[in-house]
Nanobody
Framework: QSQLVESGGGLVQPGGSLRLSCAASGFTMGDYAIGWFRQAPGKERWGVSCISTGGSVTNYADSVEGRFTISRDNARNTVYLQMNSLKPEDTAVYYC???????????????????WGQGTQVTVSS
């Protein structure tokens, strides 16, 4: 069974940092582009960042550019999202998902993504 499991969320003060992990099982994560998404209460889920199969191409939403860094360790079948300078508006459930392609799609259409995990809660609050 192919699946993704997110971890690393928690409560952090504004300006703090967290590193999220997305671990894959049942398939070779290195064959596909991987994306991170988030969904705040009452709002739609949207794309935060994406990384190509080899990690050479990364994309970020404007609101996180310069603060978040996506990376991958294909040997460990894991993708990471390093989040720095966190703001209260970053509060959301964060999800990872698989795109069945080498490169990140543009634009991002949620229906094209697969193996959604259960998500990990990130709360930024003082």
């Amino acid at each position: 069974q192919s699946q993704l499991v997110e971890s690393g969320g928690g409560l952090v003060q504004p300006g703090g940092s967290l590193r999220l992990s997305c671990a894959a099982s049942g398939f070779t994560m290195g064959d596909y582009a991987i994306g991170w998404f988030r969904q705040a209460p009452g709002k739609e889920r949207w794309g935060v960042s994406c990384i190509s199969t080899g990690g050479s191409v990364t994309n970020y939403a404007d609101s996180v550019e310069g603060r978040f860094t996506i990376s991958r360790d294909n040997a460990r079948n894991t993708v990471y999202l390093q989040m720095n300078s966190l703001k209260p508006e970053d509060t959301a459930v964060y999800y990872c998902a698989v795109y069945f392609g080498i490169w990140c799609p543009d634009p991002i259409t949620l229906s094209e993504w697969n193996y959604w995990g259960q998500g990990t809660q990130v709360t930024v609050s003082s």
